[in-house]
């Protein structure tokens, strides 16, 4: 765990993207590299969240077709080879479990780092959860808490719209009670893209010194040392790593991967960018690819 201080300008955009597992036969390079054209000709910063490598070799239980034959090592070489290009936007990237699961070839995520970073611009080491604190000349902006992430987010509803809504609860529930002074309070590891946004809708009365009744809406929470749950994002960053394999190889295989056999439903792959304005967060939109 870390605490992070960038400094940004007050008007920017902010891309939080990750679990691109480089090494799986199912990365979707084309869909990776829209990505990095994004943050690149837009000029935004960009923040890694995670599970940069497959990591995973044959002596792995998790190892199956779709991997390639490369040391995790080799691939975190080549995802710096990939991300060169937006090394000076880059300002953080976390370590994930797999990254993690691979520790008997040293820190590659912080290899990743120090061979992004350059003498003008360092690429921050996140750990696996960190807090950035985001300033400008006139003080801080706001607060975020990422996190790799835990666990799973799925939901076992029959309907469409419940099963999102649980889903988007089960995030929330994942992240609200770790710092209470954020605005955003992010995680990966799912490969799901979703937003939840602060509450906007809620209804609330307050009594005003002259004796009415007056009312207003939950929004947007503020710099304070306790920010209410229900006024802050939530967010699942997404993943570059397709559910079928629709391309055989040379012998006319074709690789069949573990979202496949355990029957998981085909979720959005991409990204997300938090638009920030006059210091305040505008908006925060899910990128497909």
Avoid: W
Avoid at 70 to 94: G, H, S, Y
């Amino acid at each position: 765990m870390r605490i992070i201080n960038l400094k940004y300008p007050k008007n920017y955009d902010l891309v939080l993207f990750g679990d691109t597992h480089y090494g799986n036969k199912m990365f979707h390079e084309k869909g990776f590299q829209s990505c990095l054209e994004f943050i690149r000709y837009g000029k935004r910063h960009a923040i890694h969240m995670g599970d940069a490598i497959e990591g995973v070799r044959s002596d792995d239980y998790r190892f199956d077709e779709t991997i390639h034959s490369l040391t995790p090592a080799k691939e975190m070489e080549n995802m710096v080879e990939f991300l060169t290009p937006v090394n000076k936007l880059l300002d953080i990237a976390i370590m994930g479990n797999h990254e993690y699961a691979s520790h008997k070839y040293g820190n590659l995520t912080q290899m990743m780092c120090k061979g992004l970073s350059t003498p003008q611009h360092t690429v921050e080491y996140g750990t696996y959860s960190c807090v950035v604190q985001i300033y400008d000349d006139e003080g801080l902006q706001f607060k975020m808490y990422l996190h790799h992430g835990f666990g799973s987010v799925r939901s076992q509803a029959k309907d469409y719209q419940q099963a999102q809504g649980n889903v988007k609860a089960n995030l929330r529930l994942k992240l609200k009670d770790f710092f209470d002074d954020v605005l955003i309070a992010a995680m990966g590891h799912t490969h799901r893209l979703i937003v939840v946004p602060p509450t906007d809708e809620q209804l609330y009365l307050y009594a005003t010194k002259d004796g009415k009744i007056k009312q207003g809406y939950m929004n947007l929470g503020t710099n304070a040392n306790y920010i209410d749950p229900d006024r802050r994002y939530y967010i699942n960053t997404g993943s570059f790593l397709k559910l079928f394999d629709e391309k055989p190889d040379a012998f006319g295989n074709y690789a069949v991967g573990y979202a496949e056999m355990k029957g998981y439903k085909p979720i959005d792959l991409g990204f997300i960018n938090i638009e920030v304005r006059n210091r305040r967060i505008k908006s925060v939109q899910k990128i497909k690819v």
